[in-house]
C-alpha cells in the first residue's frame, strides 16, 4: 500500500473524532516514520481545515517531522533545571561531535538530533532521550559512550558488537 491510501484510510479512522487531528498526525508518523509535506493537503481536506492549520500543528509540535529522520532520535533537554545542571554543555558537544545541528541528520543516516523541553526528569539533570528511553546526569563523556553504543555495529543475533 503507498503513503496516501495509507493515510488516507488513517484519515477516515480519526477524523470523527473530536481532536482527531493530533491522533492522526501521530498515527502517521507512527505508519511513515514522519508526516510528508504531500500528505497536508490530503489531511486538511479530509478534516475540512485549510493546509494553514494543519502545517500549523505540525510546526508547533517538535515530535512531529515533515522529512524522514535518523535511525535514531536524540533529544536534548533544553529545560531550565537542565540547562542550570550543563545541558548546554552537552548540546554544544552533541552538536560538535555528531557534526550536525538541531533539526539534522547524521551523514551515515543514524542518529537525528532534536531539541526538547522537558524530559521530566529534572532531578536528574542533564537529561536526554534516545528514542523512547531516557538517560540521566549526562556528561560529554557519558553522551560519547552512548552515541558508541547506539551506533556500533551488531555481528549476531545475541547483540554482539565488532
Do not use: W
Not at 538541531?102 to 542518529?111: A, C, F, N, Q, S
Amino acid at each position: 500500500m503507498d503513503k496516501s491510501a495509507n493515510i488516507d484510510q488513517l484519515i477516515e479512522q480519526f477524523k470523527t473524532l473530536p481532536g482527531g487531528l493530533l491522533p492522526l498526525l501521530r498515527a502517521v508518523k507512527h505508519a511513515v516514520g514522519y508526516i510528508p509535506d504531500e500528505s497536508v493537503p490530503q489531511i486538511a481536506k479530509g478534516f475540512n481545515l485549510s493546509r494553514a492549520e494543519v502545517h500549523g500543528v505540525i510546526s508547533f509540535y517538535h515530535d512531529f517531522n515533515t522529512s524522514p529522520g535518523g535511525q535514531h532520535c536524540v533529544q536534548i533537554c533544553r529545560a531550565e533545571a537542565c540547562q542550570s545542571m550543563g545541558s548546554r554543555q552537552i548540546e554544544a558537544h552533541a552538536k560538535k561531535s555528531l557534526g550536525i545541528e538541531y533539526g539534522e541528520t547524521t551523514k551515515d543516516g543514524k542518529v537525528t538530533l532534536q531539541p526538547v523541553y522537558c524530559l521530566g526528569n529534572c532531578a536528574c539533570s542533564p537529561s536526554i532521550r534516545i528514542n523512547d528511553d531516557i538517560h540521566a546526569r549526562v556528561s560529554a563523556a557519558s553522551f560519547d559512550q552512548l552515541m558508541s553504543e547506539l551506533c556500533s555495529p551488531v555481528t549476531n543475533d545475541v547483540g554482539a558488537k565488532k
